[in-house]
């Protein structure tokens, strides 16, 4: 699939070049109709809690030693996301 797609990609590149900014126009037209569904889908469908419980309840199911521990542990995966923006911003202060 992988070397596939990229021979795709290629090909429209090198022969649909003229052709490129209209497709990358559509393509975020669908993406951004695309996140509008899926958040109305969400809306609708997601179960609903009330800002007490949300804000006020915590739960440790990884049955950590205590709840500072289990927060410090599920954060990890959030930050994931920001290594890369760290990344970034460390190596132009440096500069």
Known sequence: MVIGITIIIYLLTV?????MPMVQNLMLII???GFIVLVIVLL???PRNPASV??????????WNSMGLSLMIGQISALYALISAFCCKSSIISR
Do not use: P
């Open 15 to 19: 022969w649909g070049a003229d052709a």
């Open 44 to 46: 609708v469908l997601a």
């Open 54 to 63: 949300v804000f006020t309840q915590f739960t440790n199911g990884g049955g």
């Open 31 to 33: 993406h951004c109709f």
